[in-house]
C-alpha cells in the first residue's frame, strides 16, 4: 500500500511540475482533451495503464 501512496505522490509532484512550468502548454493539452472522441481517449487511456501495469511489473518482478 505505501508503494500505491508512493506511486501517487510522484503523479502528483510531476504533474505540479508541468503546470508550474508550462503553463500555458498544459492549457492547450487540456484544451485538445476536451476535442478528442470518447473512444479515442479511452484507447490512450488503456495503453497507458497497460504500458505502467508492463514498467511495474518489469521493474518490480
Known sequence: MSDFVVALGLVFALEGLLFAAFPAVAKRAMAH??????N?????????????????WLVRG
Request: glycine fraction near 8%; charge should be negative.
Open 40 to 56: 479515442t481517449l479511452r484507447v490512450i487511456g488503456i495503453a497507458s495503464a497497460a504500458i505502467g501495469v508492463l514498467v511495474v
Open 33 to 38: 482533451v476536451t476535442e478528442t472522441p470518447d
